[in-house]
């Protein structure tokens, strides 16, 4: 089982996400980076995500971990921003 303390030492790939089939596409800020101090592998745990951006914007955003059933894999969304955890 995955400790249930913040971890220091996870990587995060950003999944990109993209809107422009339900709304009209207007040019958009891309994330760049992505740090999640209190990530902390538990289904459904809150943490914050700061995530600084391609325009050099820095924005903070309430994230949930979440855990795929079937594949394991865990990922946090932040519904702006969404990463997978790579260990």
């Given amino acids: 089982m995955p400790p249930t303390t913040p971890s220091t030492n996870v990587t995060f790939e950003i999944i990109p ?20 101090p209190e990530f902390v592998y538990e ?3 809150q ?9 050099g914007s820095t924005r903070e955003y309430l994230g949930r971990v979440l855990q ?7 990922a946090v969304d932040g519904m702006h921003v969404a990463v997978r955890v790579i260990t």
């Fill in 47 to 55: 943490c914050i995500m700061y995530v600084t951006y391609d325009d």
């Fill in 17 to 36: 996400k993209n809107w422009t089939k339900r709304r009209k596409a207007k040019p958009e800020p891309r994330a760049v980076a992505v740090e999640i």
């Fill in 43 to 45: 289904k459904n745990h």
């Fill in 68 to 74: 795929n059933p079937i594949t394991g894999r865990w």
